[in-house]
């Protein structure tokens, strides 16, 4: 157990119980505890296998790299249907914890072994994302949008088109772009 962390389990205002059974649980299966992002995350390697955190409805720990786990018993969650790589384990009471015990940690044991192996989640490219029709009228009208949205890193030029693409009406999209475009020209991401 890292003192860095314990904070996290005597403060949690929900959960509080769920979260320090899963603690237990996680640190048997030899992984160093760490704090980040705000929440116990858990490594092997240096690299992130699980991190517990929590959410109004639920407690969950989250398989960074969750997608390439079997899943045998099916009990891994996306979170949303853009999220790549993550799946989580959810639980509303110590029970289900404690029933779903073995199953947890031979999943982490399995997400350890995929982290051994080097193996990695096929994440999309930006080029899979489609550019919605408002902006790529934009890009085509300036030139020098066009070289600045280029010039973004893949990460950030996906962060703008899925923002883009989530409103549902071609004003709202519109607004949306006119309101990043001058982000985009000085060569900042979306939460930049």
């Known amino acids: 157990m890292n003192p860095k962390v ?5 403060e949690a205002e929900k959960w509080q119980q769920e979260i320090k059974k899963l603690r237990t649980i996680i640190l048997d299966c030899n992984l160093v505890e760490e704090l980040k992002w ?7 390697q240096k690299s992130n ?11 969950a720990v989250l398989f960074f790299k969750g997608a390439l786990l079997k899943d045998s018993k099916g009990v891994l969650i996306q ?59 934009k890009l085509d009208k300036s030139k020098k949008l066009k070289t600045a949205f280029e010039a973004l890193t893949p990460g950030r030029q996906r962060g703008y088109l899925f923002y883009f693409s989530q409103a549902k009406q071609s004003k709202t999209r519109e607004a949306r772009i006119e309101k990043c475009m001058p982000q985009i020209l000085e060569g900042k991401g979306l939460d930049d």
Do not use: S
């Open 6 to 10: 314990d904070w996290y389990f005597t």
């Open 38 to 44: 705000g929440c116990p995350c858990y490594t092997f």
């Open 49 to 59: 296998i699980v991190l517990i955190h929590v959410f109004k409805e639920y407690c």
């Open 79 to 137: 979170q949303t249907e853009n999220v790549q790589a993550a799946r989580q384990m959810r639980f509303t009471n110590v029970r289900e914890i404690t029933k779903l015990e073995k199953t947890l940690k031979a999943y982490i044991y399995e997400a350890v072994e995929a982290e051994e192996a080097g193996l990695k989640v096929k994440l999309k490219k930006t080029t899979d994302y489609k550019v919605p029709e408002e902006f790529q009228k």
